[in-house]
């Protein structure tokens, strides 16, 4: 894959901060305040701010770069075999949103020639956001972070969002694995990814996903130095299944692969 120029980089960069900053104006005024929730065909929920924000970066993006394609959790796929496609998750943690839990994000990618260059995780109610260029590094809020420097599972902080994402099966893995770690958490949606990059924590092990809910999260974790693929190691993109293992060095991911392998 070719990388991107300086020049490319920051041109996407300021475009993705933009409608950043929009998405984080229609959706942190509703926080907290009455919001008419629908049940999808998954029965997942969701709400108008969801399809709002969604409808409006899809409309910027559109506007913007009418050649690109378009990823979205509400609105479906456009031209996703386009040299330039950008996948957006409006709200990354509805049910968060709606019960006035703060860790739920905006998630914003783009992807150049199938793989995730440019991702940016935006916290709007902890007014934090991650910002990851695989060939130019992580930033949050501006300034550069790293993974932790952690490469033994027994001294890892594992974090992943609930119990209810995994099949029996890989329930069965990631308790074995986690259980050897040094401590496993839970919650957090997109927050636990932002948290690797900036080294609090060292690993998320996660299934059940689709690719508008780590794409943006795979360059902010590797530009800051970790490691994040599928649970067989390879690398994320359009296609990529429901799981995923983000670690904060090659040695603790080589790890935590090894281990979600055994029967």
Known sequence: MESLSAAERKQFEAFATSIADNARALSLPRFRRPVDV???????????????????????????????????????????????????????GTRSFISGWPLWGTLIALLHRGRPVLGVLDMPALDERWIGHVAAGTTMNGRPCRTSACERLASATIYTTTPDMFTPDEWRRFDRTSREAYTRRFGGDCYGYGMLASGHIDAVIEANLMPYDYLAIAPVVQAAG?????????????????????????ALHAALIESLAKD
């Open 38 to 92: 629908t049940l999808k065909g998954d029965m997942s929920p969701v709400t108008a701010v969801d399809r709002g924000v969604e409808s409006m970066l899809r409309e910027r993006i559109e506007l913007a770069w009418p050649e690109h394609g378009l990823l979205g959790e509400e609105y479906g796929a456009t031209r996703v075999d386009a040299e330039f496609v950008w996948s957006i998750d409006p709200i990354d």
């Open 226 to 250: 970790g490691v994040v693929t599928d649970w067989e190691g390879r690398p994320l993109g359009l296609n990529s299944g429901a799981r995923v293992v983000a670690a904060a060095t090659p």
